[in-house]
């Protein structure tokens, strides 16, 4: 086909009609309904050169990390670029490298039929050749600006690798821990999830969308992914719409706030609509309420899925309905490619329906300044330069440290000296490749510090350090239970790093019992019996239920994964370099079969308010109280609240309302403490959760210094859904707590006229 549209052409009229970047959000709202450049290119290209467009695949040319889709097929370059030329593709995915993506791009630029340039995506979930703690540990600092500044490096690294895209953050609020994909997001909470949601889009973005060290974030998976039944991997989601739009819904609404211009459709239905066929969910709600101007692409071919969830008759049906609903990119599956050229030709779906989702993807695509410089994040000298950069390492220490939990801590065993004889025992303490953590697609593993590493830089060519594996993550090692206990025996204290392996989380990895494999519970009765002290370091992508030896141990941190710098991280807290100040973004339960188990569940109308077992809400083996609570997390010191105070008995109109409480460090240690605000509406039209966070504070404490923390509270912050889809506050009394966790505080009380 003859090239209709010059380079130079292209390059004019970008120029020309470039628009400024200064702010996300508002950028999100300027992009114009109809740019005069964009049109004149949509009226040249053929309907094939659209649906190139609406098509992206996975990168077989460029790769350098696991395969992480199922199906890849491998592809020569030179076949690779006949496509590209052909215009076959509006970008790849999951594959790095500068050198091959120039090679790439100049072929989309100089032989495709419009010169239109390539995206090139990723899936850089928890950090790209620098490992940060996955996406579930981070939000266990409970600081959105940490999360903020890990993106950011991240971006950094992406764009030196030549990608343009990220398929993050995940955003999904996940109350069911059997659920493999809890550790990409920030756990249970709505509120803390969209202050997390918000932060990791504005790191990934950075202040200019164009600039050569920004990525292009794309919160997933829309929506409601986090509610799929009994916690299975790609299962229906069957929840009212009221929770849709009070829990699901608010952390995308943050991150399209905060500039995101992409998101991605999930794989589940709801109510019997997948979601890549959605559109009530993709056109709606995210073009028509939330007025959204970026482009929606379908997860790992979940256009060409509709047909096995019996929604879609057939491949056409597929992409007339996904189109339709507003998925403008299809992923993988070559559906768009395949069949939109003919479906336009017979009627059943509409030119300027594909145009609209042609329109959406160039406008994004000029939003990244890729027509006005389409090798943008492929330089050469940055691929090296910016890189494992010194200030990605420490910045990747400093999270791990702050996204540890300290569960337990009986005794006050912790911290440890490092004179102490140590038993460091368990099956990942030597174990590089564990180390990056689940959906690390390119980390640099030579690099990642184990727990042994860590600990022998910490204590020194002197100190007395054996480690023994023990066990493997999922089965016995031969004589490795009684080379633990020996190694139990010639020290003062055992430390144990059990849990799941990095391939027990994530996509694919549902658990029917969250538990820790019966290899290492064997491994830790063993060592127990030794009477040794034992302090657990658990290593997780979901809250676990802890039973054995594990669960009765004087001393538990949560360690989640960690990423790089795993080794440094675990030795700083446990010595005391650094204290512990994570607090759980999930309920951790007693046993598995309470899942889903959540702080902020609603009340029944026979509650276990005492003793009494009979003929109340429970099950008959356990309370109904989690074994560790949302928000818990100790310090090396020990702190009190007073009871909470409010300003005034009422609030009325628009005002607001104070609520405070005095925290003191009564301990002999500095304290880092997170003071949280919950809030319960006593009688509402709906009923209400037992409690709901609307508000954190951090606060650094010298022994015996106390700080008033105060929050304040709007008629907003008491809003909920209701049937008609508004979110309104109703009069009444609300109960109020400053507290160190979802189940502490003395409440205090105030209406709202």
């Not at 290209?45 to 350098?64: E, F, H, N, V």
């Amino acid at each position: 086909m003859a090239r209709i549209v010059s380079r130079r052409d292209l390059l004019k009229g970008a120029s020309a009609l470039a628009f400024v970047s200064a702010s996300l959000p508002v950028l999100a709202k300027r992009v114009p309904a109809r740019d005069p450049f964009i049109e004149r290119l949509i009226a040249t290209m053929s309907l094939q050169d659209k649906a190139g467009q609406l098509s992206i695949y996975s990168d077989p040319a460029r790769t350098d990390g696991p395969v992480i889709n199922p199906g890849l097929a491998r592809q020569s370059m030179e076949s690779l670029k006949a496509e590209i030329a052909a215009g076959r593709m509006t970008g790849l995915f999951n594959g790095i490298g500068v050198a091959a993506g120039r090679e790439l791009q100049r072929t989309a630029i100089e032989q495709s039929p419009h010169g239109i340039p390539l995206i090139f995506a990723g899936d850089v979930i928890h950090g790209m050749k620098t490992a940060f703690p996955v996406p579930l540990g981070e939000a266990a600092s409970f600081d959105p600006e940490l999360a903020r500044r890990t993106a950011r490096a991240a971006a950094v690294e992406a764009s030196a690798k030549g990608i343009h895209w990220v398929f993050a953050p995940m955003v999904d609020i996940a109350r069911d821990q059997r659920w493999g994909r809890v550790v990409e997001g920030a756990g249970e909470d709505t509120w803390l999830g969209r202050h997390f949601a918000a932060a990791r889009v504005r790191g990934f973005q950075g202040d200019d969308l164009k600039a050569e060290d920004s990525v292009l974030a794309c919160p997933k998976h829309f929506a409601a992914y986090g509610a799929v039944m009994g916690g299975m991997e790609y299962n229906s989601a069957d929840i009212p719409e009221t929770s849709l739009r009070e829990t699901h819904l608010p952390p995308f609404k943050a991150a399209f706030d905060a500039g995101a211009l992409s998101t991605m459709s999930s794989f589940n239905d709801i109510a019997g609509v997948p979601s890549t066929g959605n559109r009530y969910l993709l056109t709606d709600i995210l073009r028509g309420e939330w007025g959204f101007k970026g482009l929606v692409v379908s997860d790992y071919t979940s256009d060409e899925e509709m047909i096995l969830h019996g929604f879609a008759a057939d491949g056409p049906d597929a992409v007339v309905k996904a189109l339709d609903a507003g998925c403008d990119v299809s992923m993988q599956s070559g559906l768009y490619n395949k069949h939109l050229p003919a479906l336009v030709k017979a009627g059943r779906i509409s030119m300027t329906t594909v145009d609209t989702a042609v329109r959406r993807v160039l406008h994004v695509k000029q939003a990244l300044g890729l027509f006005d410089n389409p090798y943008r994040s492929l330089s050469v000298a940055r691929e090296q330069s910016d890189v494992r950069l010194p200030q990605a390492i420490a910045l990747a220490r400093e999270a791990a440290c702050k996204s540890i939990v300290l569960l337990k801590n009986d005794g006050e065993l912790l911290p440890l000296a490092r004179s102490a004889r140590i038993a460091l025992i368990g099956p990942c303490v030597s174990d590089k490749s564990d180390m990056p953590g689940p959906w690390a697609s390119f980390p640099d593993v030579a690099t990642c510090v184990t727990p042994e590493e860590g600990f022998r830089a910490a204590m020194g060519p002197d100190a007395t350090l054996i480690v023994v594996r023990g066990s493997d993550y999922e089965s016995p090692l031969d004589g490795g239970i009684d080379q633990a206990v020996a190694a139990a025996k010639a020290s003062d204290v055992v430390v144990l790093v059990v849990g799941e392996s990095a391939g027990m989380s994530g996509e694919a990895q549902a658990r029917v019992e969250i538990t820790i494999p019966d290899a290492q519970l064997a491994l830790a009765d063993a060592v127990a019996a030794t009477g040794k002290p034992v302090i657990v370091l658990l290593r997780h992508g979901r809250a676990l239920a802890l039973t054995g030896a594990v669960r009765a141990a004087p001393a538990i941190l949560a360690t989640w994964f960690l990423g790089s710098e795993t080794g440094n991280a675990m030795a700083d807290v446990v010595f005391g370099d650094r204290a512990p100040q994570g607090r759980l973004p999930v309920s951790f339960p007693q046993a598995s079969g309470q899942e889903p188990f959540f702080y902020n569940h609603r009340t029944t109308g026979r509650p276990q308010v005492t003793d009494d077992r009979n003929w109340k809400a429970r099950y008959r083996e356990v309370t109904n109280e989690a074994l560790y609570p949302f928000g818990h997390g100790l310090t090396y010191s020990t702190v009190s609240y007073s009871g909470t105070e409010v300003s005034a008995p009422t609030l009325a109109g628009g005002g607001s309302i104070a609520v405070s409480a005095m925290v003191t460090n009564t301990g002999k240690r500095r304290a880092h403490e997170v003071a949280q605000l919950y809030i319960h509406d006593k009688v509402a039209s709906l009923t209400q959760p037992v409690r709901a966070l609307k508000g954190m504070k951090h606060l650094d404490l010298d022994p015996g210094e106390s700080a008033r923390v105060s929050f304040m509270l709007t008629r907003a912050d008491l809003a909920f859904v209701h049937p008609d889809r508004r979110a309104f506050a109703e009069p009444g009394a609300f109960d109020v707590w400053v507290a160190p966790s979802s189940v502490g505080g003395v409440p205090a009380r105030f209406v709202l006229l």
